[in-house]
């Protein structure tokens, strides 16, 4: 598939989920009315926790990182675009945050069981920060993980079996220091928009 090709499919899916969680969540869609730049979802009953095994082999809940805010994106690893500039985002947004940056986690979630191998995913997760972590799904489980998320994934296949893509939703969640998910990132918000959500929910815990 052609790299534009690819993005455009990108952008129809991003186009599609950003509307779903619109139509699905009982909150103004206008951002700015709750004082986020991102969509506030508070109360919603999707994407309310987790049980995954992280790169290290450990398994992983919400009750891991409480005092932290968790920003989860699903995507894989041999994503050509989407996926490396929405890390790249939530690294510099811990940058920006200063010594707040050690109370944000970031996971990264994958929806390619089949080729992100837990030594593969935890050199992608050191590429953008150290502290970030991949959790993975049974292939037989992540059907059911991304529908409790609203989270859209297909294989997309390529010239030969192993050269395959994944179309996937790509926005993130966010979740405050009690575990709870409050907001929904587009993909390409931007890292200073990312910092000051984070930021703002950082100071509701203080």
């Known amino acids: 598939m052609k790299p534009t090709s690819l993005l455009r499919r990108g952008c129809l899916v991003l186009a599609l989920s950003g509307l779903l969680l619109a139509a699905c969540s009982d909150k103004p869609a206008d951002a700015t009315a709750s004082g986020f730049s991102s969509i506030d979802i508070t109360g919603a009953d999707y994407a309310t926790g987790f049980s995954l095994t992280d790169h290290d082999g450990k398994l992983r809940t919400l009750a891991d990182f409480q ?8 995507g894989y690893t041999q994503c050509p675009d989407v996926c490396p ?3 790249s985002e939530l690294a510099e947004a811990k940058r920006l945050l200063g010594a707040d940056g050690e109370r944000l986690q970031g996971l990264f979630v994958s929806v390619d069981p089949e ?5 593969v995913m935890k050199a ?8 970030f972590l991949a ?3 049974a292939p037989d489980a992540l059907p059911a993980l991304a529908k409790s998320f609203r989270i859209y994934y297909k ?3 390529g010239k030969t079996p192993t050269s395959y ?5 790509a926005g993130s969640y966010v979740y405050d220091t009690q575990g709870r998910v409050r907001l929904y990132t587009r993909y390409g918000s931007g890292a200073q928009a990312l910092a000051s959500d984070v930021k703002k929910l950082l100071d509701e815990a203080r």
């Not at 080729?115 to 030594?119: G, I, Y």
């Not at 992608?124 to 502290?131: C, K, L, Q, R, V």
């Not at 893509?165 to 939703?169: A, L, R, V, Y």
């Open 135 to 137: 959790l993975y799904a």
């Open 115 to 119: 080729r992100d191998t837990p030594e």
């Open 124 to 131: 992608y997760m050191a590429s953008f920060d150290p502290g």
């Open 165 to 169: 893509t994944m179309d996937h939703s």
């Open 155 to 157: 294989k997309v296949d």
């Open 67 to 74: 005092g932290k805010v968790v920003v989860v994106f699903f």
């Open 85 to 87: 500039t929405s890390m």
